[in-house]
């Protein structure tokens, strides 16, 4: 099983960006598809990017699409969450995830090894 350490959140006025990080370890992180969801207080997790074991086709959630970027060096078994123009109902916590196999998906059923997230506030 794959153990993943989130990094980068915190307060962020809105426009502003940050960028996340997950860092991975064992040795399958480059035959797992990854990928990032969030949780806002008294609402349900749900899905924001993913990304193949490969760095290639990324989906995204439509409310993050344009603004959010998914990447991962495999070098260093780590994956990126760049958050750009960010808006106060971003805010939430965000877990990564590794999927169960190589290719991205957006159901959070096909991931099966999560961190335990990091915190992003955006202020209005």
């Known amino acids: 099983q794959v153990q993943l350490v989130e990094s980068g959140g915190g307060l962020v006025q809105a426009g502003g960006s940050l960028r996340l990080a997950c860092a991975a370890s064992?040795?399958?992180?480059?035959?797992?598809?990854m990928g990032w969801f969030r949780q806002a207080p008294g609402k349900a997790r749900e899905f924001v990017a993913s990304i193949n074991w490969s760095g290639g086709s990324p989906l995204y959630a439509n409310s993050v699409k344009g603004r959010f970027t998914i990447s991962r060096d495999n070098a260093k078994n780590t994956v990126y969450l760049q958050m750009n123009s960010l808006k106060p109902e971003d805010t939430a916590v965000y877990f990564c995830?590794?999927?169960?196999?190589?290719?991205?998906?957006?159901?959070?059923?096909?991931?099966?090894?999560w961190g335990q997230g990091t915190q992003v506030t955006v202020s209005s």
């Open positions: 064992g040795r399958t992180f480059s035959r797992n598809a």
């Open positions: 995830a590794a999927a169960r196999m190589l290719y991205s998906s957006d159901y959070s059923s096909d991931f099966g090894s």
